[in-house]
Every structure is written in C-alpha cells, then in structure tokens.
C-alpha cells in the first residue's frame, strides 16, 4: 500500500498481532484467523476519527476499531465454510476451517463476535458517553441482521437477480462494515448530524467502488461460475465507470476534509490489482 498506510497498519498490528494471550490451542486458532489482514475497516475508523475530530485517537477509539475487525474476521471464517463460499484458502494460506476443522472454525468465528461485543461493552463501561453508545449500536446494526447478515443471506440465496437488488445487497454485505468504520467514527468524534449523514454515505461509496473493483479483477472466474455481480447486470467497461463514480462521489465528501491519508486510500483501494 503506501508508507503512511503501512505505518498505521504497523500501529495497529503492535496491539492486533497474538491479541488473544491465553496459552491454549483455541487462542491459537483465533489468533491464526486474524493474522495477515489489511485492518481496512479499522484503520478507516481510526483515520475518519483523526479527520474529524481533529485529534489523535485514544485507547477508547483504538477499542471500537479492535471489535471492528474482530467482527470482519468473524465474517471471512463463516465465509469461507463449505456451507457458504467453500474456500480453501484466504490472505495466501489455508482458511481456518480448512487449517483446523469445521467446527472449530465456527467457533472461532463465533468467539471473535462474542468477543467484539465483549470489548465494546467494557470500553462502554468505563467510559459511557452517549456517543460512545451510539457508535457501539451503529457498529452492531451495520453488522447485524438488516446489515452485513442480510447482504450475505441475499448472496447464499442467489435472490439478486437485478442491478437494484445487486445494490441493495452490495449496500448491506460489504458496505455494511466500511459505514460502521466510518459512521461510528463521526459518533465518537461528537460530530454533528450533517457529518454523521456524510460519512455514512463516504462509507457507501468507499464500499462500492471496493466490491465493484473486486468484481472486475474476479471477472473471468465469475463468468465461468454465472454468479450473481454488478458486472453481469451492468457490463464491464460500465461497471468500470460506476466504480469511478462512486470514487468521485466519495472524494467529493473528502474535499470538505483534511483527508490526504483516506483519499489516497481510496485510491490505492481502487486500483488494486488482487
Ligand atoms: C458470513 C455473516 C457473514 C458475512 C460475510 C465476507 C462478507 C460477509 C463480506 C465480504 C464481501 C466481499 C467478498 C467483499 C469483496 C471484497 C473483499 C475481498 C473483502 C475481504 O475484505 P478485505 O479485502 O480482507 O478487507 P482482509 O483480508 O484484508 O481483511
């Protein structure tokens, strides 16, 4: 990515990496699931908060940014089982189920989203701010079952069958965390509800152009497969064209800010290669 990226990744990995002490094979597999990831959605939560509230994030906003993650990881273990996607491998080594079984790999998932609402509910105890609370309910709706799980039910179901409902899905299953980072960071910066209402759509845009960008590098694969994407009801070279407009939309918002580190996140978000 870029320095400044690998610098807050640095950062974040110094407290992430082995986060899970126990001396004992579960803590083991947790920790094997969360190794190796890019931390989008926490360093973006981190980032949103610096942006707007104009200061350095604490040990409070660093805890929001942890339960974050801890919920993607959750989502990319229960992803990849046979029942859903049946991946083998995820971030260029084996998946968690396929590293150590089934039904440890849902309940490694399950331990990590118990665990994320384990640490926003103490973080929310020791410092019980009504803007605290509401980025730990904002965090649970866009992960919940009108979020992320609605998306992903739509996906297993193969019920889009249209460019709406390819949004619609889109919208809850990978823009659900990218709004929770952004979002949930205005709440904790005490922002006002102009800036709420913006950073949630900032979360939208950033959300679409990722997955629209992740369909077109996966596009011959998915052809092969006839899944359901933006592509197949849109096109490729229109597709393309959404996603930069969706970037556009977004760096409009950004223009507002002194945002230099999530513009050129965006950017190198979307040209991505893999
Ligand atoms: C199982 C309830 C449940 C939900 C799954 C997996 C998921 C919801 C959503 C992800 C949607 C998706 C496939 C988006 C495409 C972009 C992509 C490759 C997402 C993975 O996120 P990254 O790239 O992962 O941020 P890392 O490994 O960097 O953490």
Same mark, same amino acid.
């Given at each position: %990515?870029?320095?400044?990226?690998?610098?807050?990744?640095?950062?974040?990995? /110094?407290?992430?990496?082995?986060?899970?002490?126990?001396?004992? *094979?579960?803590?083991?597999?947790?920790?094997?699931?969360?190794?190796?990831?890019?931390?989008?959605?926490?360093?973006?939560?981190?980032?949103?908060?610096?942006?707007?509230?104009?200061?350095?994030?604490?040990? *409070?906003?660093?805890?929001?940014?942890?339960?974050?993650?801890?919920?993607?990881?959750?989502?990319?273990?229960?992803?990849?089982?046979? &029942?859903?996607?049946?991946?083998?491998? !995820? !971030?260029?080594?084996?998946?968690?189920?396929?590293?150590?079984?089934? &039904?440890?790999? +849902?309940?490694?998932?399950?331990?990590?989203?118990?665990? #994320?609402?384990?640490?926003?509910?103490?973080?929310?105890? &020791?410092?019980?701010?009504?803007?605290?609370?509401?980025?730990?309910?904002? +965090?649970? /709706?866009?992960?919940?079952?009108?979020? %992320?799980?609605?998306?992903?039910?739509?996906?297993?179901?193969? /019920?889009?069958?249209?460019?709406?409902?390819?949004?619609?899905?889109?919208?809850?299953?990978?823009?659900?965390?990218?709004?929770?980072?952004?979002?949930?960071?205005?709440?904790?910066?005490?922002?006002?509800?102009?800036?709420?209402?913006?950073?949630?759509?900032?979360?939208?845009?950033?959300? %679409? #152009?990722?997955?629209?960008?992740?369909?077109?590098?996966?596009?011959?694969?998915?052809?092969?497969?006839?899944?359901?994407?933006?592509?197949?009801?849109?096109?490729?070279?229109?597709?393309?064209?959404? %996603? +930069?407009?969706?970037?556009?939309?977004?760096?409009?918002?950004?223009?507002?800010?002194?945002?230099?580190?999530?513009?050129?996140?965006?950017?190198?978000?979307?040209?991505?290669?893999?």
């Amino acid at each position: %990515m870029f320095d400044q990226y690998n610098i807050e990744l640095e950062k974040f990995n /110094e407290k992430f990496v082995n986060y899970f002490k126990d001396k004992n *094979t579960f803590s083991e597999i947790l920790n094997y699931s969360i190794e190796k990831g890019k931390r989008l959605r926490a360093i973006l939560l981190l980032k949103t908060y610096e942006m707007i509230s104009k200061k350095n994030y604490s040990d *409070t906003i660093f805890n929001f940014a942890v339960a974050l993650e801890l919920i993607h990881n959750y989502s990319l273990i229960h992803d990849d089982l046979p &029942s859903m996607d049946n991946d083998d491998y !995820r !971030r260029g080594r084996m998946t968690t189920h396929k590293c150590f079984g089934e &039904s440890m790999a +849902i309940l490694a998932g399950d331990a990590l989203l118990n665990y #994320a609402y384990e640490l926003l509910l103490k973080t929310v105890l &020791s410092d019980n701010s009504e803007n605290n609370i509401k980025a730990a309910l904002n +965090i649970a /709706e866009n992960a919940g079952y009108t979020g %992320m799980i609605l998306g992903q039910i739509v996906d297993v179901n193969e /019920e889009a069958n249209d460019i709406e409902s390819i949004i619609s899905m889109y919208k809850n299953k990978t823009c659900g965390l990218i709004v929770a980072a952004t979002k949930s960071a205005a709440f904790l910066a005490n922002a006002s509800e102009e800036i709420i209402n913006e950073m949630e759509k900032l979360g939208f845009y950033i959300g %679409m #152009a990722f997955q629209i960008q992740d369909d077109l590098l996966d596009y011959e694969n998915d052809k092969v497969n006839d899944k359901n994407t933006y592509i197949k009801y849109k096109g490729y070279e229109s597709a393309k064209e959404d %996603m +930069i407009q969706y970037t556009k939309s977004a760096e409009e918002i950004l223009c507002k800010y002194d945002s230099d580190f999530i513009k050129t996140l965006l950017l190198k978000l979307i040209n991505r290669v893999y």
